[in-house]
């Protein structure tokens, strides 16, 4: 599950095809939100797909598309993208949306919210004041949807 490994396997908005419908079902003003959530700077693409993934089926071909490059001006490097702790905090922001909308079990979201503080770790050092209050609050919904306590 994407939510529970913070793994956008899908990928970039140029490797994705699906039916017009899903876009125009989409209001254009909200197309980057769920869960009553906006989503405009980090992972943009993750909340569309939960979405669509939500009305529909996915079908995957075991081929490369397309080719992701990284490179030092590039928007997912964080040692020069100043923003790129929203890629971190909105993955616990999804978590948050997909149990309160019951599309992760009690288990599966502590899971992905102990991977999620995992993932957080690494990127701590470099955005300590703006990932350390969603690290707390990620250690309190653990603790809140522990079902054994």
């Given amino acids: 599950n994407m939510l529970i490994n913070h793994n956008n396997f899908i990928g970039e908005f140029s490797t994705i095809l699906f039916k017009r419908k899903f876009i125009n079902q989409q209001d254009p003003e909200n197309?980057?939100?769920?869960?009553?959530?906006?989503?405009?700077?980090?992972?943009?693409?993750?909340p569309l797909y939960i979405s669509i993934l939500s009305q529909s089926n996915m079908f995957y071909l075991p081929y490369s598309l397309s080719a992701f490059r990284k490179h030092k001006s590039g928007?997912?490097?964080?040692?020069t993208n100043p923003s790129f702790h929203h890629a971190v905090s909105d993955w616990f922001r999804l978590i948050q949306g997909a149990y309160s909308s019951g599309l992760l079990s009690s288990s599966e979201a502590i899971t992905a919210a102990k991977n999620y503080l995992a993932l957080s770790k690494n990127f701590l050092p470099i955005f300590?004041?703006?990932?350390?209050?969603?690290d707390i609050t990620a250690n309190q919904f653990i603790k809140s949807t522990d079902p054994i306590k």
């Fill in 31 to 46: 197309i980057f939100s769920i869960f009553n959530e906006e989503f405009k700077i980090g992972l943009i693409d993750v």
């Fill in 128 to 134: 300590p004041s703006e990932l350390q209050p969603w």
């Fill in 75 to 79: 928007g997912s490097d964080p040692l």
